[in-house]
């Protein structure tokens, strides 16, 4: 139905910076948010950043400052930002997008994950 592809992930050098890309496609209608949660080993998911349709953004405290998320709603796709990265910013993170797809049906998408290792 839909497909959220994330890209750049990868290694980090503590206090360093980052952008993740996610693109979305498929049967999709109109996105009414899109945002990033992580889930490190042992913890639950949790979110880092969302962004609706109208441009409204939150961000969880732990990124509050260093985190910038945002869109290309010609593209369908949401970045985010990262700076001063710390070894607790280590994680799957995982791209989200509530859609609503073709024919009118709410759908919660999740993409596959991308690995941010933060280490010297």
């Known amino acids: 139905q839909v497909q959220l592809v994330e890209s750049g992930g990868g290694l980090v050098q503590p206090g360093g910076s980052l952008r993740l890309s996610c693109a979305a496609s498929?049967?999709?209608?109109?996105?009414?948010?899109m945002g990033w949660y992580r889930q490190a080993p042992g913890k639950q998911r949790e979110l880092v950043a969302i962004?609706?349709?109208?441009?409204?953004?939150h961000y969880a405290d732990s990124v509050k400052g260093r985190g910038t998320i945002s869109k290309d709603n010609a593209r369908d796709t949401v970045y985010l930002q990262m700076e001063s990265l710390n070894p607790e910013d280590a994680a799957v993170y995982y791209c989200n997008a509530a859609v609503v797809l073709l024919y009118g049906t709410a759908f919660n998408a999740w993409g596959q994950g991308t690995q941010v290792t933060v280490s010297s």
């Open positions: 962004i609706t349709s109208g441009g409204s953004t």
């Open positions: 498929g049967r999709i209608r109109s996105i009414n948010a």
